[in-house]
């Protein structure tokens, strides 16, 4: 087998035909997507996450556990809340399942650096 640093390639080599293990990455991918959907459209608005807490009606830390590319509870009404707040609106797709699921993977993601 070639060498490869493609990391699309190598997760799919690790993960195989082993179904679990895809599942676990899909959801993975999912909270990470929507961890950098919420950061990325904070630091547009040039909010601080206290801004954006304030302005849904929340407190910072929930914020900065909803950026956290590990945090699994994302609601549909808290991403409502803050759509709302960025005056922005919230866009979903049901689309058919993709035999490779690491395709839909970003090549780079941006992590906000701790404080």
């Given at each position: 087998?070639?060498k ?10 690790i ?10 990455i ?11 959907l ?9 909010l601080?996450?206290?801004?954006l ?8 830390p ?16 808290m991403?409502?809340?803050?759509a ?6 919230i ?11 690491h ?10 650096a701790?404080?």
């Amino acid at each position: 087998m070639p060498k490869t640093s493609n990391a699309r390639t190598i997760i799919n080599r690790i993960t195989g035909d082993d179904p679990e293990l895809r599942a676990m990455i899909a959801e993975a991918s999912m909270n990470v997507k929507v961890a950098q959907l919420i950061y990325n459209a904070r630091i547009e608005a040039g909010l601080t996450q206290e801004e954006l807490a304030e302005l849904v009606g929340t407190k910072q830390p929930n914020i900065a556990r909803l950026e956290d590319a590990d945090y699994e509870g994302h609601s549909l009404s808290m991403l409502q809340k803050i759509a709302d707040a960025l005056d922005r609106r919230i866009e979903i797709t049901l689309a058919p399942k993709q035999h490779n699921l690491h395709e839909d993977l970003p090549s780079q993601v941006n992590v906000p650096a701790r404080k």
